[in-house]
């Protein structure tokens, strides 16, 4: 998928822009200069076509301020991954030095731009200040307004003629991808190193992707992988928080591209609210995932307790996700990473896995007449018939008479009984439930 950035000197209605581009209010709209101080992230489609919008802080050319000065780096990092970038100014104002500065910069940059005069909110002809943008050197204006959503359309379909074509992704439907995420400096390129054997050799750039992210091909046996790396950006030290938070964005991307997701953790750090974001994003898309547990070769004093107790300590921060198992590994010394190979197998096999549906009604006789289904009011609920709908993760559609009787604790209870009678422990499944006739 590719990236767009909005870019901007602070106030001229990027966040108003984003908000309406991708028709959410995620975005804090605001006339303080300054509000936005991270990028902030979503998707965004067009004419069927998907990518990702990047909302960034203002850029202050120059600016002595801290907070300013972190917008800026904040912005450069988004310039420096995207695709194609809209540049937005303010017809109330005019041109100003410092649009001819953030130009300038974008030109240096050689990433395509297109130039969106914002606030224009009339319908009709441009305004003669308009004319005026056309001496940025950026092309032709597009006239929008952000807040009445005029000329957004034009606006996409330049951004569309400006960018590069999405190269398309190799096809391998015998490999598993694997995306190795987590948040920086917890191994995931030490890993892809050892596995590879090699020194994060590029095998190919992913399409739409940030430079540093690459897949690497690994066989093992008969079955082939494409392990996605998501490794951190280089830079200097004093950036490090705004490359966390860009981290979040790639690997975001490369959970969308896998079938299983080894979530990485430091074991010398534990559980942290980074983990969880990028953790959660591959729970909520349904992905198989293995929780790789890395440097404990590093942690201290072990007893023959330690690896128990720490798992019943990550069993509660990973609650969430309880059916994804851990394995600890030293992507240093090797440790366990051969028996992660099999472990990304087992999770695949029972996600992709597809039950035929007299087996599934078999179990659902058994289930109902060993727990009665629930009743209220003198009615009882009664469920007819299940089919298995899909398969990644395996999704499981159950026909009954009364949705509204079937409580959540009775579906936890059929879930689980599907999960017990077919082996499903280690992936996330499904359970929709349909009245009889829907």
Same mark, same amino acid.
């Given at each position: 998928?590719?990236?767009?950035?909005?870019?901007?000197?602070?106030?001229?209605?990027?966040?108003?822009?984003?908000?309406?581009?991708?028709?959410?209010?995620?975005?804090?709209?605001?006339?303080? %200069?300054?509000?936005?101080?991270?990028?902030?992230?979503?998707?965004?489609?067009?004419?069927?076509?998907?990518? +990702?919008?990047?909302?960034?802080?203002?850029?202050? %050319?120059?600016?002595?301020?801290?907070?300013? $000065?972190?917008?800026?780096?904040? $912005?450069?990092?988004?310039?420096?991954?995207?695709?194609?970038?809209?540049?937005?100014?303010?017809?109330?104002?005019?041109?100003?030095?410092?649009?001819?500065?953030?130009?300038?910069?974008?030109?240096?940059?050689?990433?395509?731009?297109?130039?969106?005069?914002?606030?224009?909110?009339?319908?009709?002809?441009?305004?003669?200040?308009?004319?005026?943008?056309?001496?940025?050197?950026?092309?032709?204006?597009?006239?929008?307004?952000?807040?009445?959503?005029?000329?957004?359309?034009?606006?996409?379909?330049?951004?569309?003629?400006?960018?590069? %074509?999405?190269?398309?992704?190799?096809?391998?439907?015998? $490999?598993?991808?694997?995306?190795?995420? #987590?948040?920086?400096?917890?191994?995931?390129?030490?890993?892809?190193?050892?596995?590879?054997?090699?020194?994060?050799?590029?095998?190919?750039?992913?399409?739409?992707?940030?430079?540093?992210?690459?897949?690497?091909?690994?066989?093992?046996?008969?079955?082939?992988?494409? &392990?996605?790396?998501?490794?951190?950006?280089?830079?200097?030290?004093?950036?490090?928080?705004?490359?966390?938070? &860009?981290?979040?964005?790639?690997?975001?991307?490369?959970?969308?591209?896998?079938?299983?997701?080894?979530? +990485?953790?430091?074991?010398?750090?534990?559980?942290?609210?980074?983990?969880?974001?990028?953790? #959660?994003?591959?729970?909520?898309?349904?992905?198989?995932?293995?929780?790789?547990?890395?440097?404990?070769?590093?942690?201290?004093?072990?007893?023959?307790?330690?690896?128990?107790?720490?798992?019943?300590?990550?069993?509660?921060?990973?609650?969430?996700?309880?059916?994804?198992?851990?394995?600890?590994?030293?992507?240093?010394?090797?440790?366990?990473?051969?028996?992660?190979?099999?472990?990304?197998?087992?999770?695949?096999?029972?996600?992709?896995?597809?039950?035929?549906?007299?087996?599934?009604?078999?179990?659902?006789?058994?289930?109902?007449?060993?727990?009665? %289904?629930?009743?209220?009011?003198?009615?009882?609920?009664?469920?007819?018939? +299940?089919?298995?709908?899909?398969?990644?993760?395996?999704?499981?559609?159950?026909?009954?008479?009364?949705?509204?009787?079937?409580?959540?604790?009775?579906?936890?209870?059929?879930?689980?009984?599907?999960?017990?009678?077919?082996?499903?422990?280690?992936?996330?499944?499904?359970?929709?439930?349909?009245?009889?006739?829907?």
């Amino acid at each position: 998928m590719q990236l767009v950035a909005i870019v901007g000197r602070p106030n001229v209605g990027k966040s108003t822009l984003f908000n309406k581009l991708v028709g959410k209010r995620l975005s804090i709209v605001d006339d303080t %200069p300054g509000v936005t101080r991270d990028r902030i992230y979503s998707r965004c489609e067009w004419l069927n076509r998907e990518f +990702m919008l990047i909302d960034t802080g203002g850029i202050e %050319p120059r600016t002595d301020d801290v907070i300013l $000065a972190q917008m800026r780096e904040q $912005a450069l990092l988004a310039i420096d991954s995207a695709d194609c970038i809209i540049f937005v100014t303010d017809i109330t104002t005019g041109v100003t030095a410092n649009d001819l500065d953030v130009a300038s910069m974008l030109t240096k940059s050689g990433k395509p731009v297109v130039l969106a005069v914002n606030k224009d909110d009339h319908i009709g002809e441009p305004l003669p200040e308009f004319y005026e943008f056309y001496n940025l050197g950026l092309g032709d204006p597009i006239s929008v307004s952000a807040v009445h959503g005029h000329g957004t359309g034009d606006l996409l379909e330049a951004v569309f003629e400006k960018m590069p %074509p999405e190269e398309a992704e190799p096809e391998d439907e015998d $490999a598993i991808k694997v995306a190795v995420i #987590g948040k920086p400096n917890v191994g995931k390129s030490s890993l892809i190193n050892l596995i590879t054997g090699e020194e994060r050799s590029i095998v190919s750039d992913i399409a739409g992707t940030t430079r540093d992210a690459v897949d690497s091909e690994v066989i093992r046996g008969e079955q082939k992988y494409i &392990f996605i790396d998501t490794a951190g950006m280089r830079r200097k030290a004093k950036v490090t928080e705004n490359i966390e938070h &860009f981290s979040v964005l790639r690997a975001l991307m490369a959970v969308d591209r896998a079938d299983v997701c080894v979530v +990485m953790i430091d074991a010398t750090v534990g559980f942290t609210e980074q983990d969880s974001k990028v953790a #959660g994003y591959a729970h909520d898309k349904g992905k198989a995932c293995v929780i790789a547990v890395n440097k404990w070769d590093a942690v201290d004093e072990k007893t023959d307790k330690t690896m128990q107790e720490f798992t019943k300590k990550l069993e509660v921060d990973f609650s969430f996700m309880s059916y994804a198992p851990f394995i600890f590994i030293s992507a240093k010394t090797g440790q366990r990473v051969e028996k992660l190979f099999s472990m990304i197998n087992e999770v695949h096999e029972q996600h992709s896995r597809r039950i035929s549906t007299g087996v599934l009604n078999d179990m659902l006789s058994y289930a109902t007449s060993r727990v009665q %289904p629930p009743s209220d009011k003198g009615k009882r609920l009664k469920l007819y018939y +299940m089919t298995q709908a899909s398969s990644n993760p395996p999704n499981f559609v159950v026909f009954c008479n009364s949705k509204d009787l079937f409580h959540y604790s009775y579906q936890r209870y059929i879930e689980n009984q599907i999960r017990e009678t077919f082996g499903l422990d280690k992936t996330p499944i499904k359970l929709s439930v349909r009245e009889r006739g829907e």
